[in-house]
């Protein structure tokens, strides 16, 4: 009777560390997606110039008052794009997504080409609107 091995077991490596900042989190993702968190990153800087920026959860945020307001989250194949009132958003384009309960949204991005900078302006104009009301 012949003998059969199982297959070999798939075993994931996972970085040793966590980023501590911002800077080490964009520095994490390979191309394309690095290419993306750094653009956001630049983005949400310009944008939210009023807010303060921290890894949350692990990922980067804008706070406004300690209350978050915009992040991402990038992921092996996309970086997801989040807006915490993201549903009082006005979206002409259809992009933003509902995302869990409450007020947030969202919008997957897998590479700069995904990135619109008008819309990005606009909602971030949004956002900033927002904070204030």
Avoid: C
């Amino acid at each position: 009777m012949p003998l059969t091995s199982a297959p070999a077991p798939i075993i994931t490596i996972k970085p040793t560390t966590k980023p501590s900042n911002i800077d080490e989190y964009v520095a994490v993702p390979a191309e394309p997606l690095a290419s993306v968190a750094v653009l956001l990153r630049a983005t949400f800087d310009l944008g939210l110039p009023e807010t303060a920026t921290e890894l949350w959860h692990g990922h980067p945020v804008w706070l406004d008052d300690d209350v978050p307001v915009a992040g991402f989250k990038a992921y092996p194949t996309f970086v997801t794009v989040l807006f915490w009132r993201g549903q009082a958003i006005t979206d002409d384009s259809g992009k933003l997504n509902a995302s869990g309960s409450a007020e947030m949204s969202e919008l997957k991005l897998k590479s700069v080409d995904d990135f619109d900078s008008d819309l990005f302006d606009g909602w971030l104009q949004q956002v900033r609107e927002l904070t204030v009301a």
